[in-house]
């Protein structure tokens, strides 16, 4: 009976609280009514022309998750790139608050974390340099979905010996797979945005706060850390839904995208290196039909021949493929 109780007062510890809401100086602080014996300062960093409403659910599912392993999470959307001096502090940048996020200089910090960013080294030598020295950890999460930054790119590039976590995740889902007033100006396309994205935001959650436990632990394994090991092993084909959005995927090592044209009954697909190589040869093994070769990537877009039409970018490795039949 006393370990019945014992169990009902935990879980009344655990799940019986509030998570308050509240302003100060423009930004959203969030934070529980129980305390725990391990206390975290969180600063959001959003992304460009994001509204700070739009990180309250993933805010308030760190905090849930904290609580469950003794961590009492405060959390501040911030307003700007501005946060205060203070201990147990960690810094969460999204997209362009990721880039923001590696400028900032203080060593006040417990360790820094990006989402949908890229790591430092692919800032250098270009306009957004950083020059940063201060040796802070540092965690870049990237989506296997993500329709703005190629997962690939940050773990071919590990130069600061920075910890970097893959997820089956977008680039939006955090905030809900809402799209900001920029990308949609750009015509910028994250993937997966019909999907429902809590499990997506869960998954970034659980790399979060098992990443907080690494800190004090290293023997805490981060989350998706055998999957970020195991994902450039194999090259995985994404069907993309819209036209637009197609035009403007890139191919690389780990990511080949398919367009299915209903209308037109034709598939599209662009690929890169070994793969495009392994799927020419498997289509002039299976088909004996004359192949096109187009000179540039809109002769091959608007071609109407019945047949397949390839065109090749060299300069990238990348293999262009439209077949005159659907593929699923």
Same mark, same amino acid.
């Given at each position: 009976?006393?370990?019945?109780?014992?169990?009902? /007062?935990?879980?009344?510890?655990?799940?019986?609280?509030?998570?308050?809401?509240?302003?100060?100086?423009?930004?959203?602080?969030?934070?529980?009514?129980?305390?725990?014996?391990?206390?975290?300062?969180?600063?959001?960093?959003?992304?460009?022309?994001?509204?700070?409403?739009?990180?309250?659910?993933?805010?308030?599912?760190?905090?849930?998750?904290?609580?469950?392993?003794?961590?009492?999470?405060?959390?501040?959307?911030?307003?700007?790139?501005?946060?205060?001096?203070?201990?147990?502090?960690?810094?969460?940048?999204?997209?362009?608050?990721?880039? &923001?996020?590696?400028?900032?200089?203080?060593?006040?910090?417990?360790?820094? /974390?990006?989402?949908?960013?890229?790591?430092?080294?692919?800032? *250098?030598?270009?306009?957004?340099?950083?020059?940063?020295?201060?040796?802070?950890? =540092?965690? &870049?999460?990237?989506?296997?979905?993500?329709?703005?930054?190629?997962?690939? =790119?940050?773990?071919?590039?590990?130069?600061?010996?920075?910890?970097?976590?893959?997820?089956?995740?977008?680039?939006?889902?955090?905030?809900?797979n809402k799209?900001?007033?920029?990308?949609?100006?750009?015509?910028?396309?994250?993937?997966?945005?019909? *999907?429902?994205?809590?499990?997506?935001?869960?998954?970034?959650?659980?790399?979060?706060v098992s990443?907080?436990? &690494?800190?004090?632990?290293?023997?805490?394994?981060? &989350?998706? =850390?055998?999957?970020?090991?195991?994902?450039?092993?194999?090259?995985?084909?994404? *069907?993309?839904?819209?036209?637009?959005?197609?035009?403007?995927?890139?191919?690389?090592?780990?990511?080949?995208?398919?367009?299915?044209?209903?209308?037109?009954?034709? =598939?599209?697909?662009?690929?890169?290196?070994?793969?495009g190589d392994?799927?020419?040869?498997?289509?002039?093994?299976?088909?004996?039909?004359?192949?096109?070769?187009?000179?540039?990537?809109?002769?091959?877009?608007?071609?109407?021949?019945?047949?397949?039409?390839?065109?090749?970018?060299?300069?990238?490795?990348?293999?262009?493929?439209?077949?005159?039949?659907?593929?699923?």
């Amino acid at each position: 009976m006393k370990i019945y109780y014992l169990i009902l /007062i935990n879980l009344y510890l655990v799940y019986c609280y509030n998570i308050n809401t509240y302003y100060i100086n423009k930004n959203i602080n969030l934070n529980a009514d129980i305390k725990k014996n391990n206390n975290i300062n969180f600063f959001i960093w959003k992304g460009s022309s994001v509204p700070s409403k739009n990180y309250i659910e993933f805010s308030k599912g760190i905090i849930k998750k904290g609580l469950k392993h003794n961590l009492n999470i405060n959390i501040t959307i911030c307003n700007n790139y501005k946060i205060p001096e203070l201990n147990n502090s960690i810094l969460f940048g999204h997209s362009s608050g990721g880039y &923001h996020s590696l400028k900032y200089d203080k060593n006040n910090l417990m360790a820094k /974390i990006t989402y949908g960013s890229l790591a430092k080294k692919e800032y *250098e030598n270009t306009i957004f340099e950083i020059n940063n020295n201060i040796n802070t950890k =540092t965690l &870049h999460i990237v989506g296997e979905y993500d329709g703005y930054v190629s997962y690939v =790119t940050l773990l071919n590039n590990n130069k600061n010996n920075d910890k970097f976590i893959c997820s089956r995740t977008n680039h939006l889902c955090i905030v809900e797979n809402k799209k900001s007033l920029i990308s949609t100006l750009l015509c910028m396309y994250d993937n997966k945005l019909k *999907e429902d994205y809590k499990t997506m935001m869960n998954e970034v959650i659980n790399i979060v706060v098992s990443y907080i436990l &690494h800190l004090n632990n290293s023997s805490v394994n981060i &989350h998706n =850390t055998k999957y970020t090991k195991n994902i450039l092993k194999s090259n995985n084909i994404y *069907e993309i839904e819209g036209y637009r959005h197609f035009l403007r995927t890139k191919p690389d090592i780990c990511k080949s995208y398919m367009y299915i044209d209903n209308r037109r009954g034709n =598939t599209y697909i662009k690929t890169c290196e070994l793969f495009g190589d392994m799927l020419l040869d498997l289509l002039i093994y299976k088909y004996n039909k004359k192949f096109k070769i187009a000179k540039t990537s809109l002769e091959w877009l608007i071609n109407n021949d019945n047949e397949i039409v390839l065109f090749i970018y060299e300069k990238k490795n990348f293999t262009y493929f439209k077949l005159p039949y659907i593929i699923k």
